[in-house]
T-cell receptor
């Protein structure tokens, strides 16, 4: 058990569909992340949330809409996606920066990912 | 700007041999952390080992060790006694003190041969 659970593991959808990816962490972390991993490309950071507040939006198209209702749950709402959006979407969590400039020694913990295919 | 460079897209190693995966980084900050992750074909990213910028000893975790050379800004991963299950993608990453962002390299695909 990874401590970070993502559902679904696989998703096939048409370009006009609306779907959501879910991520849940049981590690007591404050920060949660969405990454996109395409074939033969580096891991791309999409969004970062800390204590439910979005702290990073890496110029992600509006067809991806994140939601963080609490520190344990993170969603990625998808609508009118394009074929190039087919990828592995990874959720991660980590301890937040803290109030003393942040220790840098905390790794991220990742979920198993959702493999998304756009038809 | 911070950057992680992994120059080996793919590596082969014979079972039971040791292998070194290269990682260099670029940062102007003094306090940062370096991480290695393993990603099997199933997709999950597994944390392997951590090295702090102020740590004087090289980190070790079982068969994994990190060859940290701060002046050269390199943090190479050494896997000893390779096993078939070590075949995977390996990512080097960095986090700077005071930030949420983890910077990842492009990864090295390791194949262990029987």
């Amino acid at each position: 058990e990874t401590g970070v659970t993502q559902t679904p593991r696989h998703l096939v959808m048409g370009m006009t569909n609306k779907k959501s990816l879910k991520c849940e962490q049981h590690l007591g972390h404050n920060a949660m992340y969405w990454y996109k991993q395409s074939a033969k490309k580096p891991l791309e950071l999409m969004f970062v949330y800390n204590f439910k507040e979005q702290t990073e939006n890496n110029s992600v198209p509006s067809r991806f809409s994140p939601e963080c209702p609490n520190s344990s749950h993170l969603f990625l709402h998808l609508h009118t996606l394009q074929p190039e959006d087919s990828a592995l979407y990874l959720c991660a969590s980590s301890p937040g920066p803290g109030d003393r400039g942040l220790s840098s020694n905390q790794p991220q913990h990742f979920g198993d990912g959702t493999r998304l295919s756009i038809l | 700007a911070q950057k992680i460079t992994q120059t080996q897209p793919g590596m082969f190693v014979q079972e039971k041999e040791a292998v070194t995966l290269d990682c260099t980084y670029d940062t102007s900050d003094q306090s940062y952390g370096l991480f290695w992750y393993k990603q099997p074909s199933s997709g999950e990213m597994i944390f392997l080992i951590y090295q702090g910028s102020y740590d004087e000893q090289n980190a070790t975790e079982g068969r994994y060790s990190l060859n940290f050379q701060k002046a050269r800004k390199s943090a190479n991963l050494v896997i000893s006694a390779s096993q078939l299950g070590d075949s995977a993608m390996y990512f080097c990453a960095m986090r700077q003190k005071g930030t949420y962002k983890y910077i990842f390299g492009t990864g090295t695909r390791l194949k262990v041969l029987a």
